[in-house]
């Protein structure tokens, strides 16, 4: 044999299984599969583990969990020993995070990175997964997982002219690695999701003028991020466990939960106190641990709404802009509402201009900027914040055809369907973490990760155990999931707004509400009702 021989990579290989991502989800998949003995192989694009944190390295890219719960809870021991330096760490320190658990459980050998899988084909006759990677490899595998990320699959609108735009235009879902210096630039930002809310205000304070480029108002609350003193981090340690033990069992994997309480039937003044001491606080908890109608009754909600709209009054000084600053039209927190450091008042800064595209749409762009039906704005750079294929786009694109040759992105040409938005029928031993149908989104995903990782490897083992092979799930199981995920939606005011969770941001993407929002401890629940029933609704031979 000789040497390149040795070293080449073997073309055709055999394995249990194949995972796909190498973020908190593939990472934790591969921990938990190779620790059940499972062969292995995994796949990831980028050059290292990370997913979003690994691409999303835009100016002020954070999570907004709170790092305490926006880690692993497998090893009580990493628990201990990682030490976070604020509330809601920013991109590079949670890429550390998962670059440090990838080294301590040696995952990176499970994986090829800068590799993209490029087809799944599912033999029936085998009873096996064929995947193919676009570095010519073939492996087949009899599971295969999915760990590619709900936001994964970044949307640049068409917008006439980009190729003839003189200046360097970015995504923040696709971020240089080697960072932008804006200074001295004159920066064009449209989009004003959770990534344009975080990003306007750390660009305005390098560049020499931005020019945001608003299509919908946005509500946003202010995350109060702060560093983490060492008494705090002690009582977090101390008490990690029953702060696990409350996110698994939230409605949005969180350590808080709705209050016991309506805002109709609050008195006002007790209401505006409460309002006013949980927007000191910061986070989430604002709209998600305070009252439990605001989601589900539009009366209650214009509270919530009207108070924030009030904030941005008396944040933004001068009129105009905060009236085109200011939502109106949509419920609050139907859209991902944003956390921010500093959003409105980035408005009162004099190097920044908002442009409303519903008063004068873009127009086209230019060599030197973007003209819309008002002006031409000259621009050296330009950021495209505007979001992602959310949860079926990463699936879809990524070519997975199941039995007899059906692809996955037919079968869900009029939204996706699935059972648990774990399994999909016509897709035998297909495991998605996070899929469209379960919490994913709306919830912390680090939470939601585990439990699927946790519940598929239990299924696998289940397997294992009975002498079986395959697992699908019936299609009636998955009618009646997807018509109860539909109905969940439809009790609330979410599916009244055009937003990324309906598929509204996507053109001629099917309206549906795309995750469940049942509740994440509900829905704990009710995978684990469904095992214990000897895995109801899925059939295994
Ligand atoms: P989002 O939340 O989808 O936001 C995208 C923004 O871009 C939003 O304001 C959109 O306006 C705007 N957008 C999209 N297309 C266009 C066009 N063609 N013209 C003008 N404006 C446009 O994505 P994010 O990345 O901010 O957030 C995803 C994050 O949510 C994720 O990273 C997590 O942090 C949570 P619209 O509202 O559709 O009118």
């Given at each position: 044999m000789n040497s390149s021989e040795a070293t080449a990579p073997p073309k055709k290989v055999k394995v249990d299984a194949v995972v796909i991502g190498a973020g908190f989800a593939g990472l934790y998949a591969a921990y938990r599969l190779r620790g059940m003995g499972l062969s292995l192989r995994a796949f990831e694009r980028?050059?290292?583990?990370?997913g979003t944190w690994y691409w999303n390295?835009?100016?002020?890219?954070?999570?907004?969990?709170e790092s305490w719960v926006y880690a692993?809870?497998?090893?009580p021991e990493l628990e201990q020993e990682w030490e976070w330096s604020c509330r809601f760490p920013g991109q590079a320190e949670i890429l550390r995070y998962l670059q440090h658990v990838a080294t301590r459980f040696d995952l990176r050998r499970s994986f090829d990175f800068g590799?993209?899988?490029?087809r799944a084909i599912y033999d029936d006759a085998s009873q096996r997964w064929r995947i193919q990677t676009d570095q010519g490899e073939e492996v087949e595998c009899r599971h295969l997982i999915t760990?590619?990320?709900?936001?994964?699959?970044a949307q640049v609108p068409t917008l006439a002219g980009l190729e003839d735009f003189n200046g360097r235009w970015f995504h923040t879902g696709e971020?240089?690695?080697?960072?932008?210096?804006?200074?001295g630039m004159r920066v064009g930002i449209i989009g004003t999701g959770s990534s344009g809310i975080q990003s306007i205000p750390v660009i305005a304070r390098e560049a020499a003028h931005v020019t945001v480029f608003q299509r919908t108002p946005n509500f946003s609350v202010p995350a109060r991020n702060a560093p983490i003193s060492a008494a705090h981090r002690a009582t977090l340690k101390k008490k990690i466990m029953e702060i696990r033990e409350t996110c698994r069992w939230s409605t949005i994997g969180q350590p808080y939960d709705w209050r016991d309480v309506d805002a109709l039937s609050e008195d006002p003044t007790a209401l505006r106190r409460q309002f006013e001491a949980d927007w000191k606080k910061g986070g989430f908890e604002w709209m998600f641990?305070?009252?439990?109608d605001l989601m589900v009754d539009p009366k209650a909600n214009t509270l919530a709404a009207d108070f924030v709209r009030e904030k941005i009054t008396e944040i933004v000084k001068d009129p105009d802009t905060a009236r085109k600053l200011t939502p109106q039209g949509y419920p609050i927190g139907t859209k991902r509402l944003p956390l921010d450091m500093g959003y409105f008042e980035t408005?009162?800064?004099?190097n920044v201009t908002l442009v409303d595209l519903r008063e004068t749409p873009i127009d086209t762009i230019v060599a030197n900027g973007i003209r819309t039906s008002e002006r031409t704005y000259p621009l050296d750079a330009i950021v495209f914040?505007?979001?992602?294929?959310?949860?079926?786009g990463p699936l879809t694109r990524l070519n997975i055809y199941g039995?007899?040759?059906?692809?996955l992105a037919a079968k869900w040409s009029t939204g996706p369907q699935t059972y648990l938005g774990i399994c999909t029928h016509g897709f035998p031993n297909l495991f998605m973490i996070t899929?469209?149908?379960?919490p994913s989104v709306l919830g912390n995903m680090p939470t939601s990760i585990e439990q699927h990782v946790d519940w598929i490897c239990d299924l696998l083992g289940h397997l294992e155990a009975t002498g079986a092979s395959l697992v699908e799930p019936t299609p009636e199981a998955e009618l009646v999931w997807g018509a109860h995920v539909k109905a969940l939606a439809d009790a609330?005011?979410?599916?009244?707004t055009d937003s990324w969770y309906m598929g509204?941001?996507?053109?001629?993407?099917?309206?549906v509400f795309l995750?469940?929002?049942?509740g994440f401890g509900a829905y704990r629940k009710v995978c684990d009702d469904i095992a214990e029933n000897n895995y109801e609704g899925f059939r295994i031979e």
């Open positions: 980028g050059q290292d583990v990370g390295r835009y100016p002020g890219a954070s999570s907004d969990s692993y809870t497998f090893s590799t993209r899988v490029t760990a590619v990320g709900c936001l994964s699959a971020w240089p690695h080697e960072g932008v210096d804006f200074s641990g305070s009252y439990r408005f009162n800064r004099d914040a505007t979001g992602f294929d959310a949860l079926t039995r007899d040759g059906e692809p899929g469209p149908g379960s609330t005011l979410f599916p009244q509204a941001n996507i053109p001629g993407k099917p309206r995750p469940y929002i049942g």
